[in-house]
């Protein structure tokens, strides 16, 4: 019997190595999942790259495993927010190396890497300093910058309802990075608000197929806090 | 010295959104390009796209009935108009960068006068570089229009022949709609498209420092 439901998060991140790349879903602070941050920095892996679309809000989640010192590298689309002084204060001090990657080229080389995709050429980016040194080719009259997939050995993602197979459904825009990083990791653990019987979720409405779940966990259900905004005391 | 009134910012706003066809899917940067969704004229469909996952974006919400798992670009509660939908990144930027979204609408440092854009970086030492999907729907989007003001704080013109800030995207820019001008960019160079009243063609020039062709 398939059973993908992890008693805690501990038992679920308990495989993962130092030196790991670890794919974090979210966008600011919606689809950011906390509670496996958290089981992450009790874990204890360091020497991690981390891929996520910032760089961490306040001194939680994100932020806070930053704090750590565990991540050598952070691989993001944009890192400067209203409340990223974590991250601002390590990469200011050579604590942190940052690839920063235009965010259509993120989801696409997770995308790829999920896919089974070798790279791939895109027009984003080309003739600016993002494309600098990489291998470019003019297709169909258009010049394209070739781009290799971002292959993840965890993901961690923020999904609402769930089944013992992993089938998962998301919330609003909460779903962004999710369901692409699921894809692109070989080990992709889940928070999800509720599980469900085989069945219940609408088969016509399955966003990430279980196949693209290692395990699932149950946590409470805690109102998103705001994030990467300037919020008015 | 001529006499002419400035666009303001909700006029600035309406004349851009004068320009958004019934139908048209489109894409609002951060900042002073949101300010377009309030003056869609009367009539007129128009569907927002959101980076993080949305088509049929609606206004803010009332307070108190925000959620901050249903949040814009700039990472401010939205909602979302019946009708609308979710869906995930990969799928997301595949709209911008496949062509599938008709207007995206941005800020800028700097545009040049052939349509080099410059919006993400002032290339500063020490600054955190940050680009988000500025390049992707610079390049992507069926036609990228840029709102801004023509004239920096200190009177030097933001319409450039050269960008000296780091580029976001190049020839991507097709037309600079500002306080005082609507401009096309070309490969030839700009074309002017309308100026606020009392504003000479000359006088325009001379702001800009570059040729504009009437």
Redesign the interface.
Known sequence: MINKIALSVGNALAGVKDGSTVLIGG?????NPTELIDGLIAQGAKDLTVVN?NAGNGETGLAALLKTGRVRKLIC?????AD?HV??AL??SGRIE?E?????????R??AAGAGIGAFF?????????ARGKETREINGR?CVLEYPIHGDVALVKAERGDRWGNLI???????????MATAAKHTVATVHEIVELGALDPEAI?TPGIHVSCIVRIERV???????KVSA | MSSYQKRSKDELAARVAHDIHDGAYVNLGIGMPTLVANHIPAGREVILH?????LGMGAVPAAGQ??????NA????VT?LPGGA?????D???M??GGHIDICVLGAFQVSSTGDLANW?TGEP?A?????????LA??ARQTWVMMDLLTRQGASKVVEHCTY?????ACVKRIYTELATLQCTPAGLKLIDKVEGLGHAELEKLVGLTIAA
């Open positions: 966008f600011g602070t919606a689809g679309n689309s944009f890192p400067r927010q990223s991250f601002d990469y200011r940052l920063l990657v235009p965010q259509g080229n993120l989801a696409e997770l995308r895109c027009p984003t980016a080309y003739g600016t300093e993002l010049h998301y919330h609003k825009s909460a779903r962004n990075f999710g369901p692409v966003v109102a998103t806090q705001a994030g990467g905004i | 959101s980076e993080n996952g949305i925000e959620d901050f798992d249903l949040i700039g990472k401010q509660p979302l979710y869906f995930h990144h990969a997301s930027f595949a911008m960068r970086s020490g955190i570089p940050a680009v988000g999907g500025a390049m992707d390049t992507g780091p580029l976001t995207g190049m």
